[in-house]
């Protein structure tokens, strides 16, 4: 008796222990994302601060916080499709598990 109410109780929670792994990935992933953005942008940061100091003229100013700024944007639209792109891919496994164990 006892060993029939643990298999059902372990056959309920399959569901829930899949979407905590999958839940666990999605932070670990973003975190791992999440750091590598912010150590390139302070990186370009600094780059930027040590080019613009040595601009002696508005021109070249202007074209150093243009050529900053848009690097800028091109990782800030880079790095949210990839997060766009990974949770889209991640919500599809979480729907595959609440079919899957509605379906039984």
Same mark, same amino acid.
């Given at each position: 008796?006892?060993?029939?109410? *643990?298999?059902?109780?372990?056959?309920?929670?399959?569901?829930?222990?899949?979407?905590?792994?999958? /839940?666990?990935?999605?932070?670990?992933?973003?975190?791992?994302?999440?750091?590598?953005?912010?150590?390139?942008?302070?990186? %370009? #940061?600094? !780059?930027?601060?040590?080019?613009?100091?040595?601009?002696? %003229?508005?021109?070249?100013?202007?074209?150093?916080?243009?050529?900053?700024?848009? #690097?800028?944007?091109?990782?800030?639209?880079?790095?949210?499709?990839?997060?766009?792109?990974? *949770?889209?891919? /991640?919500?599809?496994?979480?729907?595959?598990?609440?079919?899957? #164990?509605? !379906?039984?």
């Amino acid at each position: 008796m006892y060993e029939k109410m *643990f298999e059902q109780a372990q056959f309920s929670m399959k569901p829930l222990s899949e979407l905590m792994t999958l /839940n666990a990935k999605i932070i670990q992933d973003a975190a791992e994302k999440q750091t590598a953005f912010f150590k390139d942008v302070v990186s %370009d #940061s600094m !780059a930027f601060a040590k080019e613009l100091s040595s601009q002696k %003229d508005y021109s070249g100013i202007y074209q150093t916080q243009k050529a900053y700024m848009e #690097s800028l944007q091109e990782k800030w639209i880079a790095a949210s499709t990839e997060a766009y792109e990974t *949770f889209s891919s /991640n919500q599809e496994k979480i729907g595959d598990v609440f079919k899957r #164990s509605s !379906a039984v």
